[in-house]
């Protein structure tokens, strides 16, 4: 599918002020392009990407050769058609394909940041982003989507620029990050800071990098990331390549080998110490923590919103996903909510899941009509 790999530079004449109080001048933003801007720019849609993640939407991956992290959502006759949209995704800030992040080089040293880098949050993300479309000439969105950290920038994106915002669909997300998902990124952060070549952040200084460390912390995350029904479906107890255990260590299972081949790949594509910051930026997302009642944070929206969340997901719950509901609810705004039953877990999102394809097509197919944006033309 055509598409258009670019970077940009801002904040030079106006820094972003990140919450943690540092004014961040002259940052890059990666991003992928899909389609074109309409002559009302009223179909203008944000993907925006979970942890692992990045711009690569819909295009192949210049790392791992793989389609594009959505692929089956984003394309010719799909939900997202470029052919009806302009669909723009970007490599978030802290991230580590080609948007400033850790592995940057500070301009003031010369060498990579590392841990220098300031403490960013899904605040942060969004603020950058919205930079991104002031460049770009995108006055305001059709629909800014995405799935758990992704679903966590959307649902910022409609707090803060709900006048910019005319749809908003956060997929197996949270109004905050719980105790037992900041746990489990605890145990990822942990894994990479006891890694001996990580070197207090400093690695990329030694020509080295903590491998398995990340390999570690991305086998825990991804556990989380499917269900029980799913690996035992997948997976069983079934040994990985022989008949009888070795009664050592090797990975005897297929669950244990395809663990190992996940930790070793994520390894090839992504750095650790961005791993560190976007975790960390997931943890101290929490909505209502400075407006009280959830709600509050969405008085007199006007945005329109659909939630989908899956049976099965443990890491972002239904039940979290309906208080999201409830609080729009409350501040009577415009929301649906579809709860798809599947034994995927958390990936799904990610998956090939025709419930949620065909929720999504109608609620797009619907919001464009309203909106004046033309469908696609006929294959």
């Known amino acids: 599918m055509p598409s258009q790999g670019h970077t940009v530079e801002l904040g030079r004449d106006v820094p972003l002020k990140l919450d943690c109080g540092v004014k961040l001048g002259a940052f890059t933003v ?12 009223s179909n203008a849609v944000l993907v925006c990407h979970a942890l692992s993640g990045d711009q690569y939407v819909a295009s192949t991956h ?20 470029p052919e009806r949209f302009f669909i723009i995704c970007a490599n978030v800030l ?5 948007t400033t992040g850790p592995a940057s080089i500070n301009p003031e040293t010369g060498k990579p ?4 880098f300031p403490v960013i949050t899904i605040a942060d993300m969004v603020r950058a982003q919205a930079m991104l479309l002031d460049h770009l000439g995108v006055p305001d969105l059709f629909c800014v989507i995405g799935g ?6 959307t649902l910022q994106w409609a707090a803060m620029y709900p006048e910019r915002v005319y749809t908003a669909i956060p997929i197996a997300c949270a109004a905050r990050h719980s105790a037992q998902n900041i746990a489990f990124h605890e145990v990822g952060r942990q894994a990479i800071m006891a890694d001996p070549e990580w070197r207090a952040g400093e690695y990329s200084l030694h020509n080295t990098t903590p491998r398995a460390g990340l390999a570690v912390a991305r086998m825990a995350a991804h556990i989380t990331y499917l269900s029980e029904a799913a690996l035992r479906r997948k997976f069983g107890r079934k040994l ?12 005897d299972f297929e669950v244990e080998s395809y663990l190992r081949h996940q930790g070793i790949t994520f390894v090839e594509r992504f750095d650790a110490n961005s791993y560190l910051y976007i975790t960390r930026a997931m943890d101290y997302f929490d909505m209502s923590a400075d407006h009280g009642a959830l709600a509050n944070v969405f008085a007199n929206t006007k945005v329109r919103f659909c939630l989908v969340s899956f049976t099965s997901d443990w890491l972002f719950t239904t039940w979290e996903m309906r208080e999201i509901v409830h609080a729009l609810n409350a501040a009577a705004a415009d929301v649906s909510f579809v709860e798809i039953e599947t034994d995927k877990g958390h990936d799904a999102f990610l998956l ?15 919001a464009a009509e309203r909106r004046g944006v033309a469908p696609a033309a006929s294959p």
């Open 148 to 153: 758990s950290m992704g679903g966590m920038q």
């Open 352 to 366: 090939d899941e025709p419930e949620l394809h065909a929720t999504l097509s109608g609620f797009l197919n619907a």
């Open 113 to 116: 940041y590392g841990l220098t």
């Open 62 to 81: 210049p790392l791992t050769g793989k389609p594009g992290w959505w692929h089956i959502l984003v394309g010719p006759g799909r939900p997202l058609d």
């Open 94 to 98: 802290g991230g580590c394909m080609g």
């Open 240 to 251: 990985q390549n022989r008949s009888a255990f070795t009664y050592g260590f090797d990975a």
């Open 30 to 41: 990666a991003y992928q392009t899909y389609g074109r801007l309409n002559e009302q720019k």
